[in-house]
């Protein structure tokens, strides 16, 4: 945990994504995390592959923000995210 709070405060950010399987279908997870101006933004997204090529359509997509790491985390783990995960990104996303 202290490696990732040390990343947050030099301005990094950290996330990671996987793909789950949910009642036959596979769907593919992003989580994040980065601090900015003393606020913690999270990104998540969700999509059932299937619908990749519609992707505007079936996606699930939110950028939030939070006053503290805790808060932050805790609705990251709410969407299934694992703390544990979050790493250096090598995707880009919107943040």
């Not at 980065?34 to 990104?43: A, E, G, H, S, V």
């Not at 996606?59 to 932050?72: G, K, R, Y």
């Amino acid at each position: 945990m202290n490696n990732l709070i040390e990343a947050l405060n030099a301005g990094k950010r950290r996330g990671y994504e996987e793909r789950r399987e949910i009642d036959g279908a596979s769907f593919l997870f992003q989580y994040a995390i980065k601090k900015q101006n003393n606020l913690y933004y999270t990104y998540f997204f969700s999509i059932d592959e299937s619908q990749m090529e519609v992707i505007e359509d079936d996606e699930n997509e939110e950028i939030l923000t939070f006053p503290s790491l805790d808060e932050a985390l805790s609705h990251l783990i709410s969407r299934g995210a694992i703390v544990e995960k979050l790493s250096a990104i090598k995707n880009t996303l919107p943040f």
